[in-house]
């Protein structure tokens, strides 16, 4: 089982990015999928998830109206469409797949700062 995060780096402020999670060994189609952050010295936090059935969705209101979570299952990929982000939205960002059990990826960083 394996789940590969891309997609993060520096962005100024007001910037987006797009963070990508592929999975593979297990089928992707059947799990949730979610988005998680964690900064220095803070515990880690759920930014997005997405139901096994696409319009299922949810975001804390930290990152709602700003943040997209959106899954391609042909594709075995779950992406994170952020945009206005603030130096407050630095952190590490993980996805994970969640049924019977939980698979974390490694995680990519994203760095907001001008």
């Known amino acids: 089982v394996q789940l590969v995060e891309s997609g993060g780096g520096l962005v100024q402020p007001g910037g987006s990015l797009r963070l990508s999670c592929v999975g593979s060994?297990?089928?992707?189609?059947?799990?949730?999928m979610s988005w998680h952050r964690q900064a220095p010295g803070k515990e880690r936090e759920l930014v997005a998830v997405?139901?096994?059935?696409?319009?299922?969705?949810d975001y804390p209101n930290s990152v709602k109206g700003r943040f997209t979570i959106s899954r391609d299952n042909a594709r075995n990929t779950v992406y994170l469409h952020m945009n206005r982000l603030t130096p407050n939205d630095t952190a590490k960002y993980y996805c994970?797949?969640?049924?019977?059990?939980?698979?974390w990826g490694q995680g990519t960083q994203v760095t907001v700062s001008s």
């Open positions: 994970k797949a969640s049924r019977d059990i939980d698979y």
């Open positions: 060994g297990f089928a992707f189609n059947r799990y949730h």
């Open positions: 997405i139901g096994s059935v696409e319009a299922i969705v």
